[in-house]
T-cell receptor, first 112, second 114 residues
Framework: SQQGEEDPQALSIQEGENATMNCSYK?????LQWYRQNSGRGLVHLIL???NEREKHSGRLRVTLDTSKKSSSLLITASRAADTASYFC????????????WGAGTKLIIKP | SQTIHQWPATLVQPVGSPLSLECTVE??????LYWYRQAAGRGLQLLFY??????ISSEVPQNLSASRPQDRQFILSSKKLLLSDSGFYLC?????????????FGPGTRLTVL
């Protein structure tokens, strides 16, 4: 079953603008991860944020986590055409140390 | 460094034919292994996962089966494909002892059943 829900489902912005994607989840988590998928390819891990962290940075990426609202956001600053991809959030499955529960993803298009 | 191989990249099969997709991981021992299916424009559906040789957990009842004959080999199979088996199949692995479960994905197999 899917726990994470990303919004928007699709986002189209101009190169250089910032892109913000959101993820909501339903149950308690230990960590939340964001992945990127280029069209027709496998997923690539971007960043992991633990439940006791509120914000994390990696290059042009900034992830926030609000456990009281059960939500996370991924901000990509100064977007580039190469950032065009689908972005997925995934949470641990709580009682399972092996599984991730995935959202449906946000399709991001950066217009040059 | 660790690498994951998945093949073939694309596959077109007739309804009722068998299927065998193979995934191998290099550079790690006793990984957790996963098979996912992704419908067009959708998220990932976990099909099977394995925490060790011969140990397979199925998440969704379906026309598919999985096997792990060796530590770093994971095979997805079907005896008779259905039209609904079409999709993008992804293999992934994670560290067996990690509590964070970051997953590393193969390039995927695009399966079209006609």
């Amino acid at each position: 079953s899917q726990q994470g829900e990303e919004d928007p489902q699709a986002l189209s912005i101009q190169e250089g603008e910032n892109a913000t994607m959101n993820c909501s989840y339903k149950t308690s988590i230990n960590n939340l991860q964001w992945y990127r998928q280029n069209s027709g390819r496998g997923l690539v891990h971007l960043i992991l944020i633990r439940s006791n962290e509120r914000e994390k940075h990696s290059g042009r990426l900034r992830v926030t986590l609000d456990t009281s609202k059960k939500s996370s956001s991924l901000l990509i600053t100064a977007s580039r055409a190469a950032d065009t991809a689908s972005y997925f959030c995934a949470t641990d499955a709580g009682d399972s140390n092996y599984q991730l529960i995935w959202g449906a993803g946000t399709k991001l298009i950066i217009k040059p | 460094s660790q690498t994951i191989h998945q093949w073939p990249a694309t596959l077109v099969q007739p309804v009722g034919s068998p299927l065998s997709l193979e995934c191998t991981v290099e550079g790690t021992s006793n990984p957790n292994l996963y098979w996912y299916r992704q419908a067009a424009g959708r998220g990932l559906q976990l099909l099977f996962y394995s925490v060790g040789i011969g140990q397979i957990s199925s998440e969704v009842p379906q026309n598919l089966s999985a096997s792990r004959p060796q530590d770093r080999q994971f095979i997805l199979s079907s005896k008779k494909l259905l039209l609904s088996d079409s999709g993008f199949y992804l293999c992934a692995w994670s560290e067996g002892e990690s509590s964070y479960n970051e997953q590393f994905f193969g390039p995927g197999t695009r399966l079209t059943v006609l």
